[in-house]
């Protein structure tokens, strides 16, 4: 209600059904644009497309405390760092190797 007022006061009665009628232009536009990626989704993923879970991809359903404690609970090992390899050390005055394919 109080967007429609400013609405109303700063674009003027005048002006207001035509900004109106761009607004309703573009949430149809929206819509449609919406309608034909599902559609485009639909065709390109065949009988697929029916067993995706919508549920599980929104976003709405993101909840970081939960991924996490998942994670934490993960009858996985976790991966253990390995020590780098000790390097070769070379005799005094040897030169080192050179690939001459990699340079």
């Known amino acids: 209600m ?17 900004y109106a009628a761009q607004l309703g232009q573009w949430a149809r536009n929206l819509r449609n644009m919406a309608n034909n990626a599902q559609e485009k989704m639909r065709e390109e993923l065949g009988p697929e497309f029916e067993d995706v879970d919508w549920h599980k991809l929104d976003p709405r359903q993101y ?9 934490l609970l ?8 390995s020590r780098p390899a000790k390097t070769a050390r070379l005799d005094e005055g040897a030169l080192p190797p050179y690939d001459t394919e990699a340079t």
Do not use: Q, S
């Open 2 to 18: 109080i967007i429609a007022v400013i609405a109303i006061l700063l674009i003027g009665p005048n002006r207001l059904p035509r």
């Open 63 to 71: 909840d970081p405390r939960r991924i996490i404690r998942d994670a």
């Open 74 to 81: 993960d009858d996985e090992p976790a991966p253990t760092l």
